[in-house]
């Protein structure tokens, strides 16, 4: 099955089963028919965060918990990010989907939170 995703917050809406497909997925700003994204650009999906804990990965100004928290994601976001852009297992989010609603959030995250997608 071929499938094509133009919004992710209709991937995400879809829920983490269908991770399998993600590798489908077009940026928004792309059209149908146009050459799929860039190799280097990806996603992660949050997941795997303990509800009973603080629920939440945080997003920083660098790389590395020292560094200040700017925002909060949770379970079922999307951060979209350049896989040139990471250092050991921190990467730079450009993008996110957050709550299904896409946002410009940009910073550091720690990616063992993270199911990746192409």
């Known amino acids: 099955m071929k499938a094509i995703f133009q919004n992710r917050s209709l991937l995400l809406a879809l829920g983490g089963a269908m991770t ?12 149908p028919g146009q050459q799929a994204a860039e190799p280097w650009r990806a996603g992660c999906l949050v997941t795997g965060l303990d509800p009973s804990g603080d629920g939440y990965l ?12 700017i925002a909060r994601v ?9 896989t040139r852009k990471c250092q050991g297992k921190w990467c730079f989010a450009e993008g996110a989907s957050v709550s299904n609603q896409e946002t410009d959030l940009s910073g550091w995250f720690y990616t063992a939170w993270c199911e990746f997608y192409p």
């Open 20 to 31: 399998c497909m993600l590798a489908l997925v077009l940026p928004a700003s792309e059209a």
């Open 58 to 69: 945080s997003i920083r100004t660098g790389p590395g918990s020292a560094n200040p928290e």
């Open 74 to 82: 949770h379970n079922g976001d999307a951060l979209y990010h350049d």
